[in-house]
């Protein structure tokens, strides 16, 4: 029924009570992705099919948060120990042999290198089981390998080990191959007289050699690929680690970062080369950044895809727009969702865009506020403008076409229409729509009351 002969379940049943969170533990983020997500797209990746993930607290969030994923769910109501946990994903690979991957919930930093090592260890071996292990200084907690030489001959829990035991520190990660549907056979035969009255996983290398199969295992060279995620402590060890690599791996392509140890990007995001990036600046989601950028400190860019060029100048914060080639853009200004620049264009300081599209070369470069518009290109926007666009119950449209120049103090009351190469008048308030090639202007004419201060002063100086 598979192709390549490869499944994975991932276990995810665990409370994670040292989170001390309302949320599941395995939906807590590193990087902008729920830690979760990290193992099932290993799996997903390496071409695991199905992926099975057992869920137990929390198992509505988890599924939510997977559901564009190709993944199949298995319900652990109770959470009896690793062994039950795997065990509850059988109905799920019902018709399933071949090699299956297990993997935690929990432990997000594995290679895909390391999963496919291990796989090919596994096959060329032609082991039954074979476990992925770290070399610890500190193996307290972990269950300890026990060996004769490349033979596995069992996993002995922390808290069943002899003193002797316990001074090996050669640790299991909780990452294994086994072979379906053997593994659910033995399994299903498993009792839970131990230490903890848990079923446990680490029992079925010992029953596979009992019968005289293989069981191999893999050393990690990086033992904190292993690390798993108790504490909101190793949450953020974590995430400095995986930071680490995502900066590296941009660096290495050709991105300059000032400051790697404060430059925050998430996951899949995507960089161009000879782009610099300054200290403090966070970029999230599936944000694009093209070639030959420059963002300046303190700058946040959340979804959005810039073209090249882009200058993102100090305290700016981008917010699921499109940023044409060539554009300037702060400091301090606020492009909230909805904003396309199309290029060459300039936004100044404390200029806030939302739904507005921005024609070519058009510039607003000043204490600005444009929401629900449409400008063409070679726009100049004056200081103050405001696209007042909301009545108080429905949003209205703004639309300014090409060439159209706007006096400093404008207000455009929406829905209005400013035709093209139009001039407005500095500080004027537009309520109509303004035809092509015209001046509109509406202040009031100005008065003048001449020595007016002169005779003010008389007055108070009888006083
Ligand atoms: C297990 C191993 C231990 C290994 C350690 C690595 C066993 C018996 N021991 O320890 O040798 O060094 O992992 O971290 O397997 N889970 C469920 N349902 C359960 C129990 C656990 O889904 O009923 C999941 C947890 O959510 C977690 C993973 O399994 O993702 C490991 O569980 P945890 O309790 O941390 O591991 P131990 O059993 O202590
Ligand atoms: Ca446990």
Not at 73 to 78: C, R
Not at 79 to 106: N, P
Not at 306 to 317: E, I, T, Y
Request: aromatic share 4%; proline share 3%; glycine share 12%.
């Amino acid at each position: 029924m598979n192709a390549t002969g490869l499944a994975a379940v991932v276990l995810a049943a665990g409370k994670g009570t040292r989170m001390k969170s309302e949320r599941p533990k395995v939906q807590h983020e590193l990087a902008g992705r729920p830690m979760l997500h990290y193992p099932v797209d290993q799996a997903l990746n390496l071409g695991c099919r199905p992926t099975v993930l057992v869920t137990g607290h929390g198992t509505d969030e988890v599924r939510t948060s997977l559901q564009d994923r190709q993944v199949a769910f298995a319900l652990q109501e109770q959470q009896l120990g690793t062994g039950h946990a795997l065990l509850s994903a059988r109905r799920s690979l019902e018709g399933f042999s071949g090699d299956l991957l297990l993997l935690c919930g929990d432990v997000p930093l594995l290679r895909g290198e390391t999963l496919e090592q291990l796989l090919a260890l596994h096959r060329a071996e032609q082991a039954a089981a074979t476990v992925l292990t770290a070399k610890l200084e500190n193996p307290r907690g972990y269950g300890r390998i026990l060996r004769d030489g490349d033979e596995v001959l069992g996993i002995i829990e922390e808290k069943d080990a002899t003193e002797a035991q316990r001074g090996l520190c050669e640790v299991n990660t909780g990452i294994y191959i086994f072979t379906a549907p053997r593994v659910f056979e033995i399994l299903a035969e498993l009792g839970c007289d131990n230490a903890q009255g848990e079923y446990y996983l680490t029992d079925v290398l010992a029953a596979l050699r009992r019968e005289g199969l293989r069981v191999r295992a893999l050393m990690l060279e990086d033992s904190s690929e292993a690390m798993g995620i108790n504490s909101r402590v190793q949450l953020a060890e974590a995430a400095a680690i995986l930071r680490r690599r995502i900066n590296e791996k941009w660096m290495l392509a050709g991105v300059t970062l000032i400051d790697p140890a404060t430059t925050y990007i998430d996951e899949g995001v995507e960089i161009g080369p000879d782009t610099v990036i300054h200290p403090g600046v966070s970029l999230w989601g599936a944000s694009r950044i093209g070639r030959d950028c420059l963002i300046e400190p303190g700058v946040t860019v959340d979804g959005c895809e810039l073209g090249d060029g882009v200058h993102l100048k100090s305290g700016s914060v981008l917010e699921g727009s499109r940023i044409g080639s060539h554009s300037d853009i702060g400091p301090m200004a606020h492009l909230r969702p909805g904003t396309v620049l199309v290029g060459h264009n300039k936004i100044g300081n404390f200029v806030e865009t939302k739904k507005a599209t921005i024609g070519e070369g058009s510039k607003a470069s000043h204490l600005t506020y444009i929401g629900d518009a449409e400008l063409g290109a070679r726009v100049n926007i004056g200081c103050g403008t405001i696209t007042c666009n909301y009545d108080g119950v429905n949003k209205h449209r703004t639309v300014i076409e090409d060439g159209v120049f706007v006096g400093s103090d404008t207000q455009f009351i929406a829905p209005v229409r400013i035709g093209r190469n139009s001039v407005i008048g500095a500080g004027s308030t537009i309520t109509k729509d303004v035809p092509a090639h015209s001046l509109a202007l509406s202040r009031s004419p100005q008065k003048i009351i001449e020595n007016w201060t002169l005779r003010k002063k008389k007055s108070r100086d009888k006083e």
